[in-house]
Every structure is written in C-alpha cells, then in structure tokens.
C-alpha cells in the first residue's frame, strides 16, 4: 500500500521559515506529479503547489506565490515544500498528495498531513 | 473566492441517498468533466471517490456514483451508512492551478 508521511510541522513566528517534507513508499515516486495541499483551522482544503515527475512543471496558488518553494527528490523518494516568510493565515495541516495519473489531476493517496502553526 | 459551489451541509437518514452538488460560478472554468471528489474524515487522510467526472476508484463502494449537467456535477451516495459521515469536497484542475469547492458536510441522523 501507498505510503506517504509528512513532517517538520512547527510553531513558529510570523515572517518566519519551515521546510516540509513528505516521505513516500511503496511506489514508483518518479513517475507522479506530487501536489501540496493544506486545510486551515475550520475551512476546506486548498491547494497549494505542485511539481511534476521531473520537476520541470511547477505551479503554485497565488496565496503562496513567491513565499514557497516545492522540490523533490526523487533518489530519495521524498518532496519537499520550503515556506518562508510564514503569515498567519498560513496556519494549517498540511498535507502530500500523490497524483493518480488520471486526466485532470485527482490525488489518489494522501498522507496524514503535518501541522503548521504560524503565531507569535 | 472559489469557482466551485457546494451546498455547506446536507443530511439524510441509513438508507436514503443523498446528492451534493458542485457548481461551477465561473463559465470560463476547465473542462468540467475532469471533475473529482473527496471524502475527508476530520483527522484522516482524504480519500479519492471519484475521478474524470464519473469514474470510481478500485476500492470504492458502489453506493458512491457522480455524474455532471451542465456546469453542475453532482455526487450522490446511496443507502447512506453511518460511516459515511464526512466532508466531502470537489476538485478541478484549471489553467495550470487546482480549485477545490468549499466542502459540504455529511451528516447521517
């Protein structure tokens, strides 16, 4: 079964910086697109950024745009999402999401997510 | 604000069906029929229900189905069980972003 396991969810100040970083097993981590998606406090999911097989496509939600950085490393079979400049309304868990390879992107394995905490 | 509208909760009783709908708000949104949905169990991870519009993973009860009208895609569940209490969100990939609609909230009474 699909594995993937999120950590390095933080308390940490305003402007401040995390990386996150997802862990994944159990399949073929080169060949998917892997997304970035958070849910805060009370609200739904949105997504946030993702990366393809190669990391040559790249995307970001404008909310993040220019603060937030998403790598893999696919020798590693992990993902990576480095946050800076962290705001408030970036408090959420967040969460790594293996795309299915279906048309349109839809998520077929999740993990359990981490929780960032953004306060001073 | 999301281009995706879903009612904030529905509810029904074991063995009823339920639909949630799934309103697109913009005409300009993607191709509507690469719509997918997720159940959240508050605590779990989320789980694929549906892909491409109507498609259901391996896995998947039955009672789960989806279809599309419109700029409206709708999930329905039947012979609701207990278990079938969650979120339940919708998602589609437009212009090189995803958009998920706001959730709608299952309660089974």
């Known amino acids: 079964q699909v594995q993937l396991v999120e950590s390095g969810g933080a308390l940490v100040k305003p402007g401040g910086s995390l990386r996150l970083s997802c862990a994944a097993s159990?399949?073929?981590?080169?060949?998917?697109?892997m997304s970035w998606i958070r849910q805060a406090p009370g609200k739904g999911l949105e997504w946030v950024s993702y990366i393809s097989s190669g990391g040559g496509d790249i995307q970001y939600a404008d909310s993040v745009k220019g603060r937030f950085t998403i790598s893999r490393d696919n020798a590693k079979n992990s993902l990576y999402l480095q946050m800076n400049n962290l705001r408030a309304e970036d408090t959420a868990v967040y969460y790594c999401a293996k795309d299915g390879g279906y048309s349109g992107y839809a998520f077929d394995y999740w993990g359990q997510g981490t929780l960032v905490t953004v306060s001073s | 604000q999301s281009a995706l509208t879903q009612p904030a909760s529905v509810s029904g009783s074991p063995g009823q069906s339920i639909t949630i709908s799934c309103t697109r708000t913009?005409?300009?949104?993607?191709?509507?029929?690469?719509v997918s949905w997720y159940q959240h169990i508050p605590g779990k991870a989320p789980k694929l229900m549906i892909y491409e519009a109507t498609t259901r993973p391996s896995g998947v009860s039955n009672r789960f189905s989806a279809s599309q009208s419109g700029n409206t895609a709708s999930l329905t569940i039947s012979g609701l069980q207990a278990e079938d209490e969650a979120d339940y969100y919708c998602?589609?990939?437009?212009?090189?972003?995803?958009?998920f609609g706001g959730g709608t909230k299952l309660t089974v009474l």
């Open positions: 913009s005409s300009d949104v993607g191709t509507y029929n690469l």
């Open positions: 159990r399949f073929t981590f080169s060949d998917y697109y």
């Open positions: 998602s589609l990939y437009v212009s090189s972003s995803l958009l």
